[in-house]
């Protein structure tokens, strides 16, 4: 049987998100029937790109080129391989629809969509939302675009792909790491460790998970925060102004954060905007109960918790007093962290390799027809 063959269109494989979903997908896609390609517009370094070459997949550079050479030699590369599909995998390559000849073109968006936009010139902006069709990764984003007048039947609504830690659903190793972890950063029993795992960008705010955790840990000394990651050494001289020093552990970069997570009781997403944030994914595999902002995709997976649960650990708003109660009566309330970790499993089910899977496939059956 001949192979089809896909490219699959990214703005950058640095060591984000969406290309870690792109490496899950190429990773269990069917390569008896499908022959993948990437192509990437604007940067290539980062581990992913290394993580899908070493899949025997090739990926092709348009980096270095201006917009309108990178244009042409896309155009070039379409001629050349005549892909039947053409998977974009960045919004702001959706716009390469106009130089995909006879192919099929997929749109996506995997991030807040007012973000996206605000980076594009108006003529850019209108391009990327100018698709046959899209894949978005959260209910809200396919909310997003249907506020932009797209219609429902053109919009793919297909989550994640997450991989769960095989360490972790071991209910002894992971006990016996949380209690490791926790011997080494001298953190003791009756503590209650709260972690974010955070890049320095306005987008993850930082500064309003240092605002929520100093107010709640003035009321509740038990508190005790963990930064992990760039984002929270980026902060550490505002923590020491605060005098919040004592309060705070901060790892800097660290290769695998969410080797760390077990170590916390709840994990805090403090982010303004998100797609479908992977690390709620791994904090619930890890056996924290999370706690977050109500951004992109989190009422989606948390959705298996009913709304009476969620309801109690997802913050409407982003104010201050509010995230501070909120906190408080999660870290007081064992019972109700409990409930949430035994219905972990649940929510991690929605994300299994085989059923993402089943929805890519879906998707391309139907514009094969």
């Excluded at 069917?30 to 990437?40: A, K, L």
């Excluded at 370094?45 to 309108?68: A, H, T």
């Excluded at 109960?289 to 969620?310: A, H, K, N, P, Y």
Aim: contains cysteine; hydrophobic residues 35%.
């Amino acid at each position: 049987m001949k192979k089809k063959k896909i490219f699959c269109l990214i703005g950058q494989l640095g060591n984000g998100g969406t290309e870690k979903q792109l490496y899950l997908f190429l990773k269990y896609l069917d390569r008896e029937q499908y022959n993948p390609t990437v192509i990437v517009s604007s940067s290539d370094k980062g581990k992913w790109g290394k993580y899908i070459e070493e899949l025997s997949i090739p990926v092709i550079s348009l980096c270095g080129m201006n917009q309108i050479f990178k244009l042409l030699k896309f155009r070039y590369l379409v001629f050349k391989y005549k892909p039947e599909v053409i998977f974009s995998w960045s919004f702001f390559t959706n716009a390469f629809y106009m130089f995909a000849g006879r192919s099929r073109f997929i749109g996506g968006l995997r991030g807040d969509l007012h973000v996206a936009k605000e980076k594009l010139h108006p003529f850019h902006r209108a391009k990327s939302l100018d698709n046959e069709s899209f894949i978005v990764n959260s209910s809200l984003l396919k909310k997003e675009l249907m506020q932009e007048g797209i219609k429902e039947d053109k919009i793919n609504l297909i989550h994640n792909i997450y991989e769960r830690n095989k360490n972790f659903s071991e209910k002894p190793y992971l006990e016996k790491w949380r209690n490791e972890l926790r011997k080494k950063m001298e953190v003791s029993e009756d503590t209650i460790l709260v972690a974010s795992i955070a890049r320095n960008t306005p987008e993850k705010d930082i500064p309003f998970f240092i605002d929520v955790f100093q107010k709640a840990s003035e009321r509740m000394p038990r508190l005790k925060a963990f930064l992990i990651g760039e984002g929270g050494t980026a902060f550490a001289e505002e923590i020491k102004r605060r005098g919040l020093s004592e309060k705070f552990i901060l790892t800097g970069h660290y290769e695998n954060a969410s080797e760390l997570l077990p170590a916390a009781d709840i994990y805090f997403l403090s982010s303004k905007t998100e797609g479908m944030p992977n690390v709620i994914l791994e904090a619930l595999d890890a056996g924290c109960c999370v706690f977050s902002t109500d951004v992109g995709g989190v009422g989606d997976i948390l959705s298996e918790l009913g709304e009476e649960l969620s309801s109690k650990v997802i913050l409407k708003d982003r104010n201050i007093d509010s995230g501070t109660e909120k906190l408080i009566e999660t870290a007081q309330n064992p019972a109700l962290r409990k409930k949430i970790i035994e219905k972990s499993g649940e929510c991690l089910k929605q994300f299994q390799p085989e059923k993402i899977m089943s929805g890519y496939y879906e998707v391309l059956k139907r514009i094969e027809r």
